[in-house]
C-alpha cells in the first residue's frame, strides 16, 4: 500500500516540479513539494538534476550575435514568427 | 526554454511573443525542460560511463 501511495506522490509532484522550481508555486504546494522530496531519494536526485539543466541554459550566452544586431534580429525573428503562426492559422 | 531560461524573459512576455496563454507556457516550458533534462543526462552516461559505475 506504501508502494501506491509513493507513486501517486511522485507523479504529482513530477508535474509541478517547474512550477517548484521557478518558485511560482503558492506556499501550501510548495511545503508539499519539499516534504515529498525530502522523504524520496529518486525524487530528490531527478529534481537535481532537471535544476541543474535549468542552471546550465540560464548561464549559456549565445556569444555570436552583438548586442545591437541582436535586438534587430530579434524583432526580425519576432515577426517571422508571427507571420508563420498567422501563416499557419489561415 | 529558449526564451524563459536562456534569454531571461518572463512567463508573461514569453506568451505575448509566443501567442500562447501563460498556462500553455508554463506547459511546454517544462516539457521542454524535462526533455532537456533527459539528453543531458543521456549524454552523461554516454560520455562518463566510468563516473557513473563510481
Do not use: W
Not at chain 1, 8 to 33: H, Q, R
Not at chain 2, 18 to 32: I, S
Amino acid at each position: 500500500m506504501a508502494a501506491h501511495q509513493h507513486d501517486e506522490n511522485c507523479k504529482k509532484m513530477f508535474a509541478l516540479l517547474s512550477e517548484y522550481l521557478d518558485m511560482e508555486l503558492p506556499a501550501e504546494a510548495c511545503k508539499e513539494m519539499d516534504s515529498h522530496i525530502t522523504g524520496c531519494e529518486p525524487c530528490a536526485t531527478f529534481t537535481e538534476s532537471l535544476r541543474k539543466t535549468i542552471e546550465l541554459c540560464r548561464e549559456y550566452q549565445p556569444k555570436e550575435l552583438p548586442g545591437p544586431i541582436s535586438r534587430d534580429a530579434r524583432q526580425k525573428l519576432f515577426e517571422a514568427y508571427q507571420k508563420m503562426l498567422a501563416d499557419r492559422r489561415s | 526554454m529558449l526564451l524563459r531560461d536562456v534569454e531571461d524573459l518572463s512567463t508573461e512576455e514569453t506568451a505575448q511573443i509566443l501567442g500562447l496563454n501563460t498556462d500553455a507556457v508554463k506547459t511546454r516550458l517544462h516539457r521542454a525542460r524535462l526533455l532537456a533534462r533527459k539528453k543531458r543526462d543521456t549524454y552523461l552516461r554516454a560520455s562518463r560511463p566510468a563516473l557513473e559505475k563510481n
